[in-house]
């Protein structure tokens, strides 16, 4: 995962073709899970002139100013993607695709990105896919936060949130993964294990939110681009956005997991929903040991009593 400016292959193309193009030919690919700092890494890229911010959502939150992404999110996923995206993205230059709500979560987007990369690298190009994590149960508080305060609509909350996005974006439940998968083990052990899968197979830089500036810095490598802007100002621009987006967090914290790396990276925030389940579950768990302590202090209590009593 840590080799992300790796270029996989030619795929056959003619040394004639692959002058033809531009030598930075870069795609780079980041899914844009909700409340893991990834807004901060996509405004940051946004700004960069090297770089062209290839958005591919549906929101409520474009305007029509906005008359390319405002057409494109009124159409279909299927069409966004290869109409717009694809052709774009393909182009020579250096690309930065921002997968975002209300498009293709990872179980449909997985042959896309595979024969995306295949096409770019058939071309010559490099491509690069990464997404970041949060501790599940975090990331839940903070988006039940978020739609509080904004006053949107946030749907039921089915649990695991974060896996039903990385999977099925905002769709987050059907036939395959259903609301109440994480009770039935064969469902929640499919889960884990398909985006396990996609993750290992599609994605050469998985990072947690913690390493949010690790991973502006290793796609800045990746794109070989410096800043033509003020980058003091925008370092610390992301530093703020980063921490504005880390719901809890006070501003004076230190940055947590910088000596881990990228290692961490979604296998952990899989074994944590695993070993955590829901919020709800979570809660439970806790409240089930409050009381078992009290059981075993009348226990003990009770035996103390009869003792006493004996002698």
Not at 90 to 95: N, R
Not at 177 to 199: G, H, N, Y
Not at 213 to 220: D, I, P, S, V, Y
Not at 249 to 261: C, H, I, P, V
């Amino acid at each position: 995962a840590s080799d992300v400016a790796n270029a996989r292959g030619a795929g056959g193309v003619s040394s004639s073709a692959r002058r033809d193009r531009d030598e930075a030919c870069k795609i780079g690919y980041y899914y844009h899970i909700p409340k893991t700092g990834g807004g901060s890494l996509v405004r940051y890229f946004g700004h960069l002139p090297e770089v062209e911010l290839l958005r591919y959502e549906a929101t409520i939150h474009v305007p029509k100013e906005n008359k390319t992404l405002w057409y494109w999110e009124h159409q279909s996923s299927e069409d966004h993607w290869e109409k717009f995206v694809v052709p774009h993205a393909l182009k020579p230059g250096k690309k930065l695709i921002a997968h975002h709500w209300g498009r293709f979560g990872m179980v449909g987007m997985e042959k896309r990105l595979e024969r995306l990369r295949t096409r770019a690298e058939a071309l010559g190009c490099q491509f690069m896919a990464s997404t970041t994590f949060r501790e599940p149960v975090e990331r839940d508080v903070s988006d039940e936060v978020f739609h509080r305060i904004t006053g949107a609509r946030a749907g039921t909350y089915l649990g695991d949130e974060q896996l039903r996005f990385f999977l099925l974006n905002s769709r987050r439940e059907n036939a395959r993964f259903p609301p109440d998968m994480a009770k039935r083990e064969e469902f929640a052990r499919d889960a884990l294990s398909t985006a396990e899968r996609i993750l290992r197979k599609n994605f050469d830089l998985v990072a947690t939110i913690e390493d949010l500036e690790l991973q502006k810095n290793a796609f800045l490598a990746f794109f070989d681009v410096e800043s033509s802007f003020d980058r003091d100002n925008a370092a610390g621009e992301f530093v703020s956005q980063t921490k504005a987006e880390k719901s809890g967090e006070e501003e004076g914290s230190e940055t947590k997991g910088q000596t881990t790396g990228f290692a961490a990276g979604f296998a952990a925030a899989i074994e944590s929903a695993a070993e955590l389940g829901t919020a709800e579950q979570r809660i439970e768990r806790r409240r089930e040991e409050r009381r078992a302590e009290a059981r075993d202090a009348r226990a003990k209590a009770a035996k103390a009593a009869a003792a006493a009593a004996v002698r």
